[in-house]
């Protein structure tokens, strides 16, 4: 009985410091960056656009890989004090994949598109924008695949 006792006490301020760190976001960021790599990886494994229909097609098919990374990270519990600012995030990447939408909307009608030239260029500086607050918000909650810029040409090699 008295070896019990002694092993308790010897290991219980250690039970209480790993205790201490239940909050840890390593196991978090740890899924939430194997969900944007593997949207990365899909996204660069897309084929290049040949031709006016493969052009018309990419935007859809990257749709669709954005919708499921965005999927996934919003069914991720981040730790408690990184709630609000992935709360944040997600809806900043959620607002992308809404406006990214209303360009493959506008594509799919064709020629004769509504979509004038003033509010195309509204959309991508929108877009921009979002794509800047997605990836400082990614930084700052030390997401480092997520905090990828999406559109280098160096993304894939950095990796």
């Avoid at 201490?20 to 990886?41: L, Q």
């Avoid at 656009?49 to 999927?71: D, F, N």
């Amino acid at each position: 009985m008295d070896r019990l006792v002694i092993v308790v006490v010897t290991l219980g301020p250690g039970f209480l410091v790993a205790g201490c760190g239940a909050n840890d976001s390593a196991p978090f960021v740890k899924r939430a960056d194997g969900i944007c790599a593997d949207f990365y990886t899909k996204a660069y494994s897309l084929p290049p656009p040949l031709g006016l229909r493969q052009l018309k097609a990419y935007p859809e098919k990257k749709q669709a890989l954005l919708e499921g990374e965005l999927s996934g990270l919003r069914a991720l519990r981040p730790p408690v004090e990184q709630r609000d600012r992935y709360t944040g995030y997600v809806a900043d990447l959620g607002e992308f994949d809404r406006q990214y939408s209303l360009i493959i909307d506008d594509l799919k009608s064709g020629p004769s598109s509504t979509l004038r030239l003033s509010m195309a260029k509204r959309l991508g500086r929108r877009l921009s924008d979002l794509q800047a607050t997605v990836e400082r918000d990614a930084r700052d909650l030390r997401l480092a695949e997520c905090a990828k810029d999406p559109y280098s040409a160096t993304h894939y090699a950095n990796n």
